[in-house]
């Protein structure tokens, strides 16, 4: 059973930056893809980016592309969002979520992660 934790959420101001994390417990956190979701008020969760055991396997939404990167790090069992050029439409709660994987696969369905956790909200203001 992994256990999933978000933190860096907040308010911040449009064009601002955020860094978002999440800390992993209790499985092998390298054999592991990892993905951001997120949801806004009113709307279905959507995929934000995914990253597969290796730091260089990446996919992102393509709205997400080119302000936002995601990383881990395998030996903190953690993986990042790194957020810019933020925008009032970024508003919502992210969730990181977990699934077993061989590697170079990247998860893009919400469906197919195992785990998730409990979210973290990012408000965005004009």
């Known amino acids: 059973q992994v256990q999933l934790v978000e933190s860096g959420g907040g308010l911040v101001q449009a064009g601002g930056s955020l860094r978002l994390s999440c800390a992993a417990s209790?499985?092998?956190?390298?054999?592991?893809?990892m993905g951001w979701f997120r949801q806004a008020p009113g709307k279905e969760r959507e995929f934000v980016a995914a990253i597969g055991w290796r730091a260089g396997s990446t996919y992102y939404s393509d709205s997400m592309k080119g302000r936002f990167t995601i990383s881990r790090d395998n030996a903190k069992n953690s993986v990042y969002l790194r957020m810019n050029s933020l925008k009032p439409e970024d508003t919502g709660v992210y969730y990181c979520?977990?699934?077993?994987?061989?590697?170079?696969?990247?998860?893009?369905?919400?469906?197919?992660?195992?785990?998730w956790g409990q979210g973290t909200l990012v408000t965005v203001s004009p």
């Open positions: 979520a977990a699934v077993q994987v061989p590697a170079g696969i990247v998860v893009i369905a919400a469906g197919e992660y195992d785990y």
């Open positions: 209790g499985g092998t956190f390298s054999v592991y893809g």
